[in-house]
């Protein structure tokens, strides 16, 4: 699973022209899957963007997290970010879930997130054509990965 985390001062998603979701202060997270994503993936990564500390404190220095300041959580799926360019220049998306499976994961992601933490959690549409608006904040934006492990010896 792989997910770009914006901090953003405000985000939105419009589908065919209508407002689908809407946060103020918070986190952007764009998120993928990959076919061998399992729940152990989906629960780090919940507690992850919930915890990471990015935001100021007092002192200006990054040390709160989107729970700390009551922010919002966007999440949109996004499975481009698994895009590969080793050859050529139109990247292919093989290491991405298939639609059905990537689905599944992304609405299970969002219940455990949704149940994991106090901050409103908007989402956008899956496989809609969405228009996502921000205000990158600092500009701070930060990648996350977390693969499953190849054998039973990596758990």
Known sequence: M???LQRVSTAAVEVEGQMVAQIGAGL????????TDTERELLWMADKIRTIRIFPDAAGKMNRSVEDINGGILVV???TLYGELRKGT???????APAEQAERLYQRFLQLLRERTHCTVA?????ALMNVSLTNAGPVTILLEREAPNNAANL
């Open 28 to 35: 952007l997270a764009l998120v993928a899957f990959t076919a």
């Open 77 to 79: 799926s996004q499975f």
């Open 2 to 4: 792989r997910a770009v």
């Open 123 to 127: 989402s956008g549409v899956f496989g």
């Open 90 to 96: 139109r990247p292919n998306f093989i290491r991405a």
